[in-house]
């Protein structure tokens, strides 16, 4: 198993800024945030994704996004390994709902695998925390003055 260390800093004033926002508007700052993030990887799995010219549409590499949806079985399995973790907020980089796009990366008896999902991430993960850092802090700044613009507008009505 390969193991991956990273360091983030700066994580306590970040949770500070969010804690001075909204419950639901930090969570859906974090939402944008982590969509943002996502999308290189998700460019580059696609980029190394192989082709299938006889679909339309509905194949392995148009079927990879980046979202907060997982097909039935996996919100099966991930309610099992998270139960108790209703305050997170999290994103999912993936093929779906293709029936077996797990095949297409790990292989299975008929073909051998072809990898892109983990190589766009060991490729784009840099990329993606420092989208995290720089945009999460431009996320809340710009919660902070929407929410100061209602108050002003309420306080003016009232």
Known sequence: MMKTTV???????LEVALSEL???????VIRRTLKKAGEPIADRWRSL???DPNTSGDDYRSSITVSTKLSKRQR???????????????????AGPLPHPHQQEFGNVNHGPQPAGRPAWDEKQGQALGIIRTEM??????AAKRLARKAARLAAKG
């Open 7 to 13: 360091k983030i800093e700066g994580l306590r004033d």
């Open 22 to 28: 909204p419950k639901s508007t930090g969570k859906a």
């Open 49 to 51: 994704a192989p082709d």
């Open 76 to 94: 099966a399995a991930h309610r099992k390994m998270f139960r108790d973790d209703k305050a997170s907020v999290e994103m999912f980089v993936g």
């Open 137 to 142: 802090w431009s996320e809340i700044e710009k």
